[in-house]
């Protein structure tokens, strides 16, 4: 069993960057795949990014190609989230998971492991 924090939220200005960061317990995260999803308000949870098991492949959302970066750190278990270039439509609770079912990776039904998630806000 891992379990999943995430931290780094915060309240930011557009144009600004954060890093987000996910810290697990457990089994070596080496194991599997992590992705990073949202939920903006009154918006169901969308799929932000996803990193293969040895950080070697990455696939993001379209709304966020170009302007956020997962990696991850095996020998620490850590993922990261970095976000440049933050618009007030990046508002949100972002969340990271472990993928666990081989099925679509942009779909949450491919992740069975979850962090409670970290609030960012983008707002002047």
């Known amino acids: 069993q891992v379990q999943l924090v995430e931290s780094g939220g915060e309240q930011v200005q557009p144009g600004a960057s954060l890093n987000l960061s996910c810290a697990g317990s457990g089994r070596p995260y080496s194991l599997w795949d992590m992705a990073w999803f949202r939920q903006r308000p009154g918006k169901m949870r969308e799929f932000v990014g996803v990193?293969?098991?040895?950080?070697?492949?990455?696939y993001y959302g379209d709304a966020v190609k170009g302007r956020f970066t997962i990696s991850r750190d095996n020998t620490k278990n850590y993922l990261y989230l970095t976000m440049n270039a933050l618009i007030p439509e990046g508002t949100g609770m972002y969340f990271c998971?472990?993928?666990?079912?081989?099925?679509?990776?942009?779909?949450?039904?491919?992740?069975?492991?979850w962090g409670r998630g970290t609030q960012v806000t983008v707002s002047s």
């Open positions: 990193i293969s098991m040895d950080g070697g492949t990455t």
């Open positions: 998971a472990l993928r666990t079912q081989p099925t679509d990776w942009r779909r949450e039904a491919a992740y069975g492991t």
